[in-house]
């Protein structure tokens, strides 16, 4: 038996997005944050073999940062384990960054074009050669592709009576989203102070239940829309599997 959830966006773009979820239960919005963060693969170096750093900087350390590099993962086009190789060569007086790394496949480049990796002085030179692996943020940090997950309840705000005439009107701080007459509003747009958007008024805020506001933001390995795919993708991959196990 399926469960259709109602979708709606509350501000959008290619790496970053609000959207607002309603139908689901406080523990399925923490499995959805914890599926972007921990189980959607992406592509990152994990393999260095340098063929020559006559920089200051020791091969670790170029090997940290070139881990650590974002790169675009297109998919269900790779294998969990499956690499891609990659290849640096910068000789100084210059700045290595990470567009200057050079893939053997057209579809996984760097996401970010100017990370630094290590600037070089006059007869200095990297080169380098590197896997980059598919895993997930289970295995290691550089693999997840959510750099930032956060969710809250959707709020509704309502006028209960005006302030008595004289009192003060101190600042009533929110954060998030409120509901107003069908509206969804980020409480951004009135400084999050509801003095600012309902002066002199007595105000009620309450939770609506089950109805949940994520705020994602990724490195660039994939849009906001694949990553949430690819973590109700794995929630459903792992149900199905112990509803199996369960009726064996």
Same mark, same amino acid.
């Given at each position: 038996m399926s469960t259709e959830y109602d979708v709606e966006f509350v501000d959008h773009d290619e790496r970053a997005a609000r959207f607002l979820v309603r139908g689901i239960t406080p523990a399925f919005a923490n499995g959805i944050r914890r599926a972007m963060v921990a189980d959607v693969p992406t592509l990152s170096i994990d393999t260095v073999r340098v063929v020559e750093n006559s920089s200051v900087m020791f091969d670790e350390q170029i090997g940290h940062r070139l881990g650590m590099v974002p790169l675009a993962t297109p998919p269900d086009e790779f294998e969990m384990g499956e690499s891609v190789t990659l290849g640096l060569d910068v000789s100084g007086p210059d700045t290595a960054y990470s567009g200057d790394l050079q893939s053997m496949d057209s579809m996984v480049e760097p996401a970010e074009q100017n990370v630094p990796i290590i600037e070089l002085k006059d007869d200095q030179r990297l080169e380098v050669e590197a896997d980059a692996v598919l895993d997930t943020g289970k295995s290691h940090a550089k %693999? &997840? =592709?959510?750099?930032?997950? =956060?969710?809250? %309840?959707? &709020?509704?705000?309502?006028?209960? =009576? +005006?302030?008595? *005439?004289?009192?003060?009107? *101190?600042? /009533? !701080?929110? #954060?998030?989203? !409120?509901? @107003? @007459?069908?509206? $969804? !509003?980020?409480? *951004?747009?009135? +400084? /999050? @102070?509801?003095?600012? #958007?309902?002066?002199?008024?007595? $105000?009620?805020? &309450? @939770?609506v239940p089950n109805a949940f506001v994520f705020d994602v933001e990724t490195d660039g390995s994939m849009s906001v829309e694949e990553l949430v795919l690819a973590a109700v993708d794995s929630l459903d991959a792992r149900a199905t599997e112990l509803s199996e196990a369960v009726q064996l």
């Open positions: %693999h &997840q =592709g959510a750099v930032a997950v =956060g969710y809250r %309840h959707l &709020q509704t705000v309502d006028v209960v =009576g +005006d302030r008595e *005439e004289f009192a003060d009107e *101190e600042p /009533n !701080i929110l #954060r998030g989203v !409120i509901e @107003d @007459d069908g509206e $969804l !509003i980020p409480t *951004e747009e009135f +400084d /999050n @102070d509801l003095t600012e #958007r309902y002066p002199g008024k007595e $105000l009620d805020v &309450q @939770d």
